[in-house]
């Protein structure tokens, strides 16, 4: 006789003998009887539903179970023995329980085939006998299965605890008080461990899509509804649902649904092992599975097949349950803050009783198919809790046998306990046990979620099987571990490898390519090279002006006045390089910054350049309103206080529109997928919120720019030095036409980002481009020729004084200075004056014709010389001028002198034409 199960021996042999014992009664549910010392105890057979057995085939072999019922039948058998001898090495409460507690346990095991009838048909039989009596039912592991047996006992009175039944449905609740009056479970339910599942899913691996795969029947559909539910708001699931024993056709329209999905993580209800394999095998070849991009999540119900698997390698099941895994209520750790735990506890006290073969024949001799299990020459292998349901079967055990004695406790008379007694003391009982602490909610029956443990755990293929026979088995290991409302990674044990092979957790969507439109590489280079050919063009006019900043040229056009345009220029050329930047080179608020300082450089460009312009188009436009006049001098105080003005306002408006509502980088979406996700967007600065800046700023500037132009129009017949107010006018007509003919073109290709920063930059470069060249070409030719034809300076010399010498005859000689080097540019020519000076002309020209008529030869005194000399001096010569402000002279010129003799006028050839006394030109002039 074994010595671990002696007790289990002893009292079914005392239960049978006790039918022809005339002083042992059946009293309920219980055998009463008298043990070896006359003592009364009260024998409670319990009947444990086991799948020894799969329904027959259709040759009518049946396939026996050997590996399950090695697992499970020695829990039960120990903890049986634990509660008859009071042995409190796993649970405390059982130390001296066979002490204070009458009650001995027997164990029965009873086929459930895995189907509902086989189960149905032995739980009927040993509810119809007479003897010996049952007085409880350690329940059935699939949910369909005890939803029909849970219904019996409870009807005939017979508590029913159950250790791997999960559905919810089993639950009594106040919708079905009567479906499973008597039905509990030492392991919590689906909508229970749904909680932990979803916590997982979503603050563990950040999810927000999952599909799930499950078997239409009871468990299977409260296990994907408790998904539901529990999910948190925002996170998508799409169920697929297939029926039990479906076949290839349904099999494959299911992978094809979960497919549609697109979702990369798939949580899978599979309670049957051909259906697990069919369903991983065609997920393989429509490549959901064993492609490194799907993870493969299984309920509890998966794990007897993974574990019965036993694929070659590199077989599409092996690599279909790489990097897959399995989540389920758990027993917790073996070891605590370095203290054994119960679960140690019960590990060793397994695999102690595992090596005693009289125990293990004993079992066999107790399954319903003692031929069969014997001929299998059954070895079992040393127990490592592969199964964490395991720990739960021997719960559910001693859940039953402390029920028991503490109604029998409670029971103030000695009729014993009915199964109503006994199941309300066992909601009512709490013990720590293998899987952690035990505690039954009273109104479902089932385990208070809070009290059990889930664990993750993960497939991992055994590499000794591999490289012996070439195929592989699976074991799992505990990776982390759900307790009191938190997932927490386990020291000793090895990170979560997923199909990708890494340990971070893949997108749970497809990934996407997104097309973020950003500036192309060889856009932003034209620009940036756009940028560096205007600035360096603006710093070489700049160079080029201090050079020659002593030249005749350039002292009457003044150096600080080009100085000024080249500097605004430049930094009208620098607003190219923050528009060329984007999220690829630069972050949000990089771009957000650069998208203001373009408006900035912009601004101050333009305040910069206009100024110069400005300010001496306004003293042109003084000139046509007091034509006394001759010069125009530009003082570095009359640019800066129109730049001042311009500045200022500029630089408020920008501050405002800075502090308030700066421009903003925005990435606006184009496309998007199936989710929502974006496949194609669009950064872009926002100008829409800085509009009521934008506008009175853009109003300043135009406004100003207009103004300018009105009067340089205006002034229009004034003539300067190197015609350099015209070349002033057609500079700020280029800005005005630049800006009036790019705007539209820029709000149509504004969608185009390539388009529109190319164009933008190429607007900016011509523009500033021609202002320079329009001020500065005209001079740099001028340099050229005057340096290739010498003789042109004795005609500008003679142009000038003999315009000094008409000029007098307006203004007062001693006001004027007009020697070469003089800064400003001389004033060549009043509209006002001259149409006065061509009506005197015409006049005096018609008078000396009558006079030359009449006139006869005589000598002219010094005093008609000096009355006579004013008038010579007003006659014009009516010289040609070009656009550099020469002089020539007619081919034949009519000129007219002054002698002793009189006046003569003579042409260019020397001809004599007439002459007049100074009495005659006295007298003409009075």
Known sequence: MSLLLSSLEHYDALLHSSNSNSSSTSRKNLQVTSDDDGDEIAICNLAALIPFSLPPQPNGHVHYLTDLFGLVA??????VQHLNTGDGSIVRDLQGLNDRCNIRFTLEFLDTGLVENVAVDSVLRVTDRAFPPVCAFQGASRSSV????????????????????????????????????????????DDAIAVPIMEHFQSVLNIQHLAVLYVNDAYGTAFARGLHEAAAPGISIKSVEIAPGSVQANVERAVRELKQTQY????????????????????????????????WFFSDASLGAILAATPPIDSPLQLALQGAGVITASAGVPQQHNQQTPLKSYIDNLNEFLNSPDDLDYLVRKSPHPDAFATTNMTL????????????????MIALGLGACNARASDNNDDYFDGHDHFHAITRTTFVGTSGPVIFDPETGSREPSSAYCGLHQIVANSSDIANSGNTTFRVTMASLYDHGIWKQLDDASPFVYADGSTVPPSDLPHIQVNPNYLGTGWRVAGYVLCGMGMALA??????????????????????????????VATFFASIIPLGVDEQIATETGCTVACNAVIWLLSIGFCVTFSAMFTKTQRVNKIFQNPRFTRIKVTPLDVVKPMMVCLGANFVLLALMAALRPVAWTVETLAQD?????????????????????????LINLGCLFYAMVQAYEARGISIEFAESEWIFRCMLVIALAGFLSFPVLVLIHENNNAFYFFFSATIWITGSLVLLLMFVPKILFLRQKESQPSMKMSIMRGSNSNSARSSLFHDPSTLNF??????????????????????????EARLKKFADRCSCRQASDDDLVMIAPILDAIPEQPSHDNNGEEEEDEEEET???????????????????????????????
């Open 896 to 926: 007219s002198s002054l002698t002793p003799e009189g006046i003569q006028k003579t042409t260019s050839n020397g001809e004599f034409c007439s002459t007049a006394t100074p009495d005659d030109v006295v007298d003409h002039h009075a």
């Open 539 to 568: 710093l070489g006019l700049a160079l080029w002006t201090r050079a020659q900043s002593e030249n005749r040229v350039i002292r009457a056009s003044q150096p600080f006045f080009l100085t000024i345009i080249c500097l605004g």
């Open 146 to 189: 005890s939803m029909y047996t849970a219904a019996i006992t409870g009807l005939r009175g017979y508590p029913q605890i159950s250790a791997a039944s999960t559905s919810p449905l089993l639950s009594s609740n106040a919708d079905a008080p009567q479906l499973f009056p008597l039905f509990g479970r030492t392991i919590p339910s």
């Open 819 to 844: 020697s070469s080097s003089e800064d400003g540019l001389l004033v060549l020519s009043h509209p006002k004056t001259e149409a006065e000076l061509r009506d005197r002309v015409v006049h005096l």
């Open 674 to 698: 199936d989710f929502g996700r974006d496949t194609e967007t669009r950064g872009f600065c926002d100008w829409s919120h800085s509009i009521p800046f934008l506008v009175p700023l853009a």
């Open 74 to 79: 020695p829990q039960l058998a120990l903890a």
């Open 381 to 396: 292998k040393e127990f490592d809790i592969q199964d964490p349901f395991t720990p739960f079967i021997y719960d559910s």
């Open 264 to 295: 990369q993580y798939i949580f899978a209800i599979l309670n049957q092992h051909h259906l697990f394999y069919d369903i991983l095998l065609q997920a393989f070849e429509e490549g959901i599975a064993g492609t490194g991009r799907h993870t």
